[in-house]
């Protein structure tokens, strides 16, 4: 089981790493790749370099002790998610019970992300990470194309 994510903001793509707190929760810690759209090559090692890290666990803080996350300030150069999420589109990939799957995600209105079953792709068993990775970068590249400003839903 695995949860890689990233994420197309002004045609820049992060990579972060997502950390394990417990059981089922994450949390964005370093490192994170940051790269233009268009760099495939680059998009295709970052995304393998995040597969080969996992979820590594991280500790449970309380909440006052969460530090902001590292993608804000020092990769996006704004002060919080709901700057950053204004023009973002996000999608994570997964695996779970031998199922993997990209799923494109839309904003909530009133912040934070779901699910979007019209941006699904369910890879048939046998398909390698490579295939998934390449999968991942085509819809980067299309979207970035296709989006004038790089709207996410909303």
């Not at 950390?19 to 393998?48: M, Q």
């Not at 792709?121 to 398909?127: A, E, H, M, N, Q």
Request: hydrophobic letters at 35%.
């Amino acid at each position: 089981m695995y949860f890689i994510s990233c994420y197309l903001r002004r045609r820049i793509v992060y990579v972060p790493t997502w950390g394990k707190i417990g059981k089922g929760y994450y949390s964005v810690i370093e490192p994170v790749s940051v790269l233009p759209v268009s760099d495939t090559d680059g998009l295709r090692r970052a995304f393998h370099e995040a597969f080969a890290r996992g979820n590594p666990p991280v500790p449970r803080l309380p909440r006052e002790q969460i530090p902001p996350p590292t993608i804000l300030a020092k990769h996006a150069g704004v002060k919080d998610w709901h700057t950053f999420a204004r023009g973002t589109l996000c999608w994570h990939v997964d695996e779970r019970d031998g199922v993997t799957k990209i799923t494109g995600q839309w904003k909530r209105p009133r912040g934070g992300w779901v699910d979007d079953p019209d941006q699904t792709v369910t890879f048939p068993p046998g398909s390698t990470i490579d295939d998934v990775f390449d999968r991942m970068i085509a819809i980067l590249q299309e979207k970035a194309r296709t989006s004038s400003r790089g709207k996410a839903h909303t």
